[in-house]
C-alpha cells in the first residue's frame, strides 16, 4: 500500500491552456474524491465518484471543469481554458465503501496559472 | 449548507506543554462525523482522530484528544505533550452521516507552531 499519488506534484501553466491531473487511490478504495485547497483556506469538496460512477459535483466544478474515472481505478481531472483564479492546490483522496471514517489524502497538485 | 469555522488562525505551544485548537459546527443533522486533520508543511493531510456524533465519549489518540460538545457544537482538540514535530495546519472537518453525502466539509484550519 503506497497510498495516494498524484501526478503531476506542481504545474504551471499560461492562462488558456488546458491542464489534466492524474489520481491514483489506495488499490482497494472504491471511492475518490476531488478537493480544491486555496492558500489561506481549507480544501472544498469538487466531485466524489463512487468506482466509475460520477456521484456528486459541487457548483464550484464549473463547465471548464471535468472529471474521469474509467474502470474505477486511477482518476483524472482537467481544467480546460484555465484562468487566474484557478491557481490552487488540487488535492485527491480516496476511502473505502463501507467505511464512515477518514479519507486518505494524496500530497496534492499545485497549480499556477500565470 | 454545513459550515466549520476555526477562530484561531494561528496557535503557538512551548514543547511539552499542552495547547487546544477550537472548532465550531453548524449543523442541522443529529449523525455526523467530525475529524481533525493535520497537514505538515509541503506534506499531505493525515487524519489525527475522529469523533461520531452518537457517541458520547470524547476520543482520544496518544497525546491527542478531542472535547465535543454536540448541543454547543463544538469540536476542540487537546494536543499535550507538544512535540516538535506536531508543528502543522490543522484542519477540523465535518461529515454528514453515510446515508447521505460523502463530502467532507474543511474549516480554515490553524496553523501551529512548536516552540523549543
Known amino acids: 500500500d503506497t497510498g495516494v499519488s498524484q501526478d503531476p506534484r506542481h504545474k504551471i501553466t499560461k492562462r488558456g491552456q488546458n491542464v489534466t491531473f492524474r489520481c491514483d487511490p489506495i488499490s482497494e478504495h472504491n471511492r475518490l474524491y476531488w478537493y480544491r485547497q486555496t492558500l489561506g483556506q481549507g480544501p472544498e469538496f469538487l466531485t466524489y465518484?463512487?468506482?466509475?460512477?460520477?456521484?456528486?459535483k459541487s457548483r464550484l466544478l464549473s463547465d471548464r471543469f471535468s472529471a474521469e474515472r474509467p474502470k474505477g481505478s486511477f482518476s483524472t481531472l482537467e481544467i480546460q481554458r484555465t484562468e487566474q483564479g484557478d491557481s490552487a492546490m488540487y488535492l485527491c483522496?480516496?476511502?473505502?465503501?463501507?467505511?464512515?471514517?477518514?479519507?486518505?489524502f494524496g500530497p496534492g497538485t499545485r497549480l499556477t496559472v500565470t | 449548507a454545513q459550515t466549520v469555522t476555526q477562530s484561531q488562525p494561528e496557535m503557538s505551544v512551548q514543547e511539552a506543554e499542552t495547547v487546544t485548537l477550537s472548532c465550531t459546527y453548524d449543523?442541522?443533522?443529529?449523525?455526523?462525523?467530525l475529524f481533525w486533520y493535520k497537514q505538515p508543511p509541503s506534506r499531505q493531510m493525515i487524519l489525527v482522530i475522529r469523533?461520531?456524533?452518537?457517541?458520547?465519549q470524547n476520543a482520544t489518540e496518544n497525546r491527542f484528544s478531542v472535547n465535543f460538545q454536540k448541543a454547543a457544537k463544538s469540536f476542540s482538540l487537546k494536543i499535550s505533550d507538544s512535540q516538535l514535530g506536531d508543528a502543522a495546519m490543522y484542519f477540523c472537518a465535518y461529515r454528514r452521516s453515510k446515508n447521505t453525502g460523502n463530502q467532507f466539509y474543511f474549516g480554515t484550519g490553524t496553523s501551529l507552531t512548536v516552540i523549543p
Open positions: 469523533q461520531e456524533a452518537y457517541k458520547q
Open positions: 449543523t442541522s443533522e443529529s449523525d455526523y462525523y
Open positions: 465518484f463512487q468506482n466509475e460512477a460520477q456521484l456528486e
Open positions: 483522496a480516496s476511502s473505502l465503501q463501507g467505511t464512515v471514517y477518514e479519507q486518505y
